[in-house]
């Protein structure tokens, strides 16, 4: 008797235009993923940051603490006027506060590589612009209304410290030159020494890049002398027109748009994010 054994089920392959059809799904998928992947990412960068803020602004007043309400000196140029790292703001934090110097650097800085963290050790500030220390910067106006009352807060402090600007990250994102600096200024803008400028030199004898960024999707992290973080639009501001007075920021009672005695008031307005450069009137002026 023959055995007929039964018919093997026809096998078939996938045909070119399967094929093609199911790696077009699957280039749309990705082109629809990625975006959404690359939002997330920045977002937790963010998210990072602003947990870094809250630990400087914790080892601030940690400091305060120990200093009788004092914050720390120096919000000055390293490069330019040679002040050492054991001088500087973050310098004191990092002694006893604040160990971890990676605090010190938000993590989507394009030059977050490039940190120099043995320079916290050191007695000599660096020459390079390439190589700066501190990703955040103390707002300069509390040092430019003359050492030392205006540090102590507490005591000289604005009339609405939740509204006030302490400290921010800082840039520029590109533009950095990789040159030694000294008196001549070469390399600002000043992103050395932990410093956050009122207006970045934007007058005619500067028109370098600026420390204001867009790191975060068009937004930066400042923190204000409460300890609030805050997520403000940085791609608005640097659209506006820098200038001296703005009349939403002089509502706010903006010490630069009512009263500042100088001619360089000349500010970036944050006032549609509720933040500005110092409320109020400085007492001893």
């Not at 790696?23 to 937790?44: C, G, N, Y």
């Not at 660096?126 to 507490?154: D, Q, T």
Request: glycine share 8%; proline share 7%.
């Amino acid at each position: 008797m023959d055995l007929v054994s039964p018919a093997q089920p026809e096998r078939r392959g996938f045909t070119l235009i399967e094929v093609l059809v199911v790696v077009a799904l699957i280039a749309l998928l990705v082109s629809i993923l990625l975006p959404s992947l690359r939002l997330a990412r920045e977002q937790s960068k963010a998210v990072v940051c602003q947990s870094d803020l809250r630990q400087i602004m914790l080892g601030l007043r940690l400091y305060q603490q120990d200093h009788r309400g004092w914050l720390p000196l120096n919000a000055w140029s390293e490069y330019d006027w040679g002040v050492s790292k054991k001088n500087l703001w973050f310098y004191k934090l990092q002694k006893k506060y604040m160990p971890d110097p990676k605090i010190y650097i938000c993590p989507s800085d394009p030059y977050g590589p490039n940190f120099d963290y043995n320079a916290l050790q050191g007695t000599q500030p660096h020459r390079n612009a390439r190589v700066p220390s501190c990703g955040y910067g103390l707002n300069y106006v509390v040092r430019h209304f003359g050492e030392p009352k205006s540090f102590n807060i507490e005591r000289f402090g604005p009339k609405r410290p939740m509204a006030t600007i302490l400290l921010a990250e800082v840039g520029p994102d590109s533009g950095l030159e990789n040159v030694p600096l000294g008196s001549n200024g070469m390399g600002q803008p000043w992103r050395d020494g932990g410093r956050l400028v009122w207006d970045d030199g934007a007058r005619p004898w500067y028109a370098g890049p600026t420390w204001l960024t867009v790191r975060h999707m068009g937004t930066i992290n400042m923190s204000s002398m409460d300890g609030a973080v805050h997520q403000v639009n940085s791609a608005r501001v640097l659209r506006t027109r820098v200038r001296t007075t703005y009349e939403d920021c002089a509502r706010g009672d903006c010490y630069f748009c009512k009263y500042h005695p100088y001619a360089d008031a000349t500010h970036y307005n944050f006032s549609r994010d509720r933040l500005w450069w110092w409320t109020g009137q400085i007492p001893y002026y």
